[in-house]
């Protein structure tokens, strides 16, 4: 099975709050990190978390880290049409020479 | 600007080529990547390398061949034997974890191969 775990969609509306869950299964995972894909371009690293940390903000992004339930999540505040894009959750393990495993994507649509 | 460079954008390559996809980056980095990815289906690794002349398989190396002749450089072939060729391919690069702990990538901005 899938290491990492993502839903495929998310859709809101202009202006709300988007939220974007991943779930992990390595309880051994040192750095999870959100990469966000927009159409036809590479990924763009938005942000990571270490460990021991439980939230990390950074402007619009919150990242909150559940280790007892291995739940990863991306809030993204005022929710903007260039949002819109794929979204990326990814960790590493000092057990697999720190290459990360990426999830399958969540793709966010934002509706004016 | 530091930063790594993908070429060709789009390529188109006949059944039973070979072709080769460049990557290019200026920002000192020591390891190298390269993805494949499909709708649906997330990023799978291909080809990795954390050294100048030296490169390990990913979960699908099968009719992909690579190299690292140059810390800047990592080209991917992909070969006649690749049954399923058509696809998005990223390259990436970072930092090793044993230098700085945190392995955030740098992405290129990919490559889209089509077989005709």
Same mark, same amino acid.
């Given at each position: 099975? &899938?290491? =990492?775990?993502?839903?495929?969609?998310?859709? =809101?509306? &202009?202006?709300?709050?988007? =939220?974007?869950?991943?779930?992990?299964?390595? +309880? +051994? +995972?040192?750095?999870?990190?959100?990469?966000?894909?927009?159409?036809?371009?590479?990924?763009?690293?938005?942000?990571?978390?270490?460990?021991?940390?439980?939230?990390?903000?950074?402007?619009?992004?919150?990242?909150?880290?559940?280790?007892?339930?291995?739940?990863?999540?991306?809030?993204?505040?005022?929710?903007?049409?260039?949002? +819109?894009?794929?979204?990326?959750?990814? &960790?590493?393990? @000092?057990?697999?020479?720190?290459? @990360?495993?990426?999830?399958?994507?969540?793709?966010?649509? =934002?509706?004016? | 600007?530091?930063?790594?460079?993908?070429?060709?954008?789009?390529?188109?390559?006949?059944?039973?080529?070979?072709?080769?996809?460049?990557? *290019?980056?200026?920002?000192?980095?020591? %390891?190298?990547?390269?993805?494949?990815?499909?709708?649906?289906?997330?990023?799978?690794?291909?080809?990795?390398?954390?050294?100048?002349?030296?490169?390990? #398989?990913?979960?699908?190396?099968?009719?992909?061949?690579?190299?690292?002749?140059? #810390? *800047?450089? /990592?080209?991917?072939?992909?070969?006649? %034997?690749?049954?399923?060729?058509? %696809? /998005?391919?990223?390259?990436?690069?970072?930092?090793?974890?044993?230098?700085?702990?945190?392995?955030?990538?740098?992405?290129?901005?990919?490559?889209?191969?089509?077989?005709?």
């Amino acid at each position: 099975g &899938e290491d =990492v775990e993502q839903s495929l969609f998310l859709s =809101v509306r &202009e202006g709300d709050s988007s =939220v974007i869950n991943c779930t992990y299964t390595d +309880s +051994s +995972s040192t750095y999870l990190y959100w990469y966000k894909q927009e159409p036809g371009a590479g990924l763009q690293l938005l942000t990571y978390i270490f460990s021991n940390m439980d939230m990390k903000q950074d402007q619009r992004l919150t990242v909150l880290l559940n280790k007892k339930d291995k739940h990863l999540s991306l809030r993204i505040a005022d929710t903007q049409t260039g949002d +819109s894009a794929i979204y990326f959750c990814a &960790e590493t393990t @000092p057990g697999g020479s720190y290459i @990360p495993t990426f999830g399958r994507g969540t793709s966010l649509i =934002v509706h004016p | 600007d530091g930063g790594i460079t993908q070429s060709p954008k789009y390529l188109f390559r006949k059944e039973g080529q070979n072709v080769t996809l460049s990557c *290019e980056q200026n920002l000192n980095h020591d %390891a190298m990547y390269w993805y494949r990815q499909d709708p649906g289906q997330g990023l799978r690794l291909i080809y990795y390398s954390q050294i100048v002349n030296d490169f390990q #398989k990913g979960d699908i190396a099968e009719g992909y061949s690579v190299s690292r002749e140059k #810390k *800047e450089s /990592f080209p991917l072939t992909v070969t006649s %034997a690749q049954k399923n060729p058509t %696809a /998005f391919y990223l390259c990436a690069s970072s930092i090793p974890s044993t230098r700085t702990g945190n392995y955030g990538y740098t992405f290129g901005s990919g490559t889209r191969l089509t077989v005709v």
